[in-house]
């Protein structure tokens, strides 16, 4: 599932099993688990502790580190978000709003092209200022409007396409 998201296999695997074990795992035992070389988890683990989803916790009795996923599905589903928009929403509207200021100083640029651009410019402006509110929101809260679905177009009146 997680390359379909554009992770690393190794990143995705180690993050499901460390999601579905019940206790911490040391690197040792992911490695054997996966049947994956110990430096290939090394880095992997410093990738998802990059993104906030797994953190390292030490077991009494035992000098190794371990690790354990973030447990609440929706906070994780949240952090992901964050990275996602830091990482790839978030550059490419610095992107767009650089095209559309040189874009705009240019008299090659036709009208037709200054308009898609914006339009772009303008559904990226709209989706990150829509996260940034949603994401304050407490975790029932969202879980709500999410489960509302098609009932909040019909309590605003909105007629479906």
């Not at 953190?55 to 035992?62: F, Q």
Request: proline share 4%; charged share 30%.
């Amino acid at each position: 599932m997680g390359a379909r998201w554009g992770i690393n296999r190794t990143v995705a695997q180690i993050h499901a099993l460390l999601f579905i074990s019940p206790k911490p795992l040391n690197a040792e035992d992911i490695a054997a688990t996966l049947n994956v070389a110990r430096s290939n988890v090394s880095t992997s683990l410093k990738e998802l502790q990059n993104w906030g989803i797994v953190r390292l916790v030490h077991v009494m009795g035992d000098k190794r580190d371990h690790f354990e996923s973030m447990r609440d599905v929706w906070e994780m589903f949240r952090v992901v978000l964050d990275e996602r928009k830091k990482r790839e929403l978030d550059p490419t509207l610095t992107v767009l709003r650089d095209c559309l200021l040189d874009a705009a100083k240019d008299p090659k640029v036709d009208a037709y092209t200054m308009n898609r651009l914006s339009e772009l410019a303008d559904f990226f402006e709209t989706m990150s200022q829509w996260y940034t509110q949603i994401r304050q929101w407490p975790t029932p809260v969202l879980v709500k409007f999410i489960r509302a679905g098609d009932k909040v177009r019909k309590l605003l009146g909105l007629k479906s396409s």
